[in-house]
């Protein structure tokens, strides 16, 4: 039995999915009252559990008769005015789930991280691997995604808890009825009529499922694995799109003097407001005009980690949102 937190999220749910398409048992572990749309209409050996990663008993409950754990549980937000919850979801939420694990005697834990904490270059031609740990993290997402990683392992080592990390990498798929940040950029970006500067890298969501699975059945103890898949500068994404969907759009870029000065206002602003603004100049500098490219050569080799085509993931991921969309109207 694989107990799987945060199973009605984007990854969670497809994770869910992946494992019972394998022939396990899993216990999905939710907030109560959250939505779980996402695991409507599932076939398989599972059962919803209800509990919060921020309650240690529930989740010693939860984990009887588990003997793994894939927790992807957090609070993906880039709202900065969520600081405090993002973090401490993050950090006490993840330790709780470890140490309710390690007395648990799981066998394999899986930490959902992200290439957030792995961080980005200045040079498109520089890939991130593993051995990289991001040293400016402008966000409180970023944050969290950093502290939780390095805090975990230290907790493993220390208490012999058997983790491997996974970072996946800006996840973009269908299924995701809360829109998460990674979804939304691919929107805007579809609509929007310039690009930005820099460049991503993009994975889709089973995918990443899949590498999940992977990690449980063959990562190893200590272990950490980036899935990904494409490297795009933002230029180069856009123009598939269009591609994809016969369209041809005059769009233009987008200074980063400009984008510097449209976070030095919002710093203004805030001063004068006392209110958190959506930008600032430090998370411009730490995300824009940067390339958050990167290498999955080690989930190739030690996982068999086998990425599909990106193109395929465009295409589903913005065919879901605008039938997301008419279905709002339409209600």
């Known amino acids: 039995m694989i107990l799987v937190t945060g199973a009605n999220g984007h990854i969670g749910s497809h994770v869910v999915k992946n494992l019972l398409h394998c022939g396990y048992r899993v216990k999905a572990f939710c907030r109560p009252g959250s939505n779980r749309k996402a695991l409507e209409n599932l076939k398989g050996n599972f059962e919803i559990v209800e509990g919060d990663i921020l309650n240690l008993k529930s989740l010693t409950d939860a984990l009887a008769q588990c003997e793994g754990v894939i927790h992807t549980a957090a609070v993906y937000s880039t709202d900065p005015c969520r600081k405090e919850e993002i973090l401490k979801t993050a950090i ?68 012999k808890l058997p983790l491997v990390t996974v970072c996946p990498s800006t996840v973009i798929g269908a299924d995701d009825f809360r829109i998460t940040p990674s979804n939304a950029i691919i929107a805007k970006l579809k609509n929007w009529p310039f690009y930005l500067p820099g460049g991503i890298n993009l994975v889709g969501v089973e995918d990443v499922a899949e590498g999940h699975r992977l990690a449980l059945e063959k990562g190893k103890t200590f ?78 080799r030690e996982l068999g980690f086998a990425p599909g085509p990106i193109a395929f993931d465009l295409e589903k991921t913005i065919r879901w949102m605008r039938s997301l969309a008419q279905r709002d109207k339409k209600q």
């Open 92 to 159: 006490e939420g993840s330790l709780n789930t470890a140490k309710a694990s390690l007395n648990a005697g799981v066998r394999k834990f899986i930490y959902t991280g992200s290439v957030a904490a792995v961080g980005a270059s200045l040079s498109p031609s520089r890939l991130l691997d593993e051995t990289s740990w991001n040293e400016t993290p402008g966000s409180a997402y970023v944050e969290a995604k950093l502290r939780s990683e390095i805090e975990l392992l230290s907790f493993a080592r220390e208490r």
């Open 223 to 300: 272990g950490r694995y980036i899935l990904s898949n494409a490297n795009m500068r933002f230029r180069d994404i856009v123009g598939q799109i269009d591609s994809l969907f016969g369209e041809k759009r005059i769009r233009f870029p987008l200074p980063m003097f400009f984008l510097r000065t449209a976070g030095l206002g919002f710093d203004a602003l805030s001063v004068i407001t006392k209110k958190t603004m959506p930008l600032s100049l430090k998370s411009v500098n730490s995300y824009l005009g940067r390339y958050h490219f990167y290498s999955n050569e080690k989930a190739k």
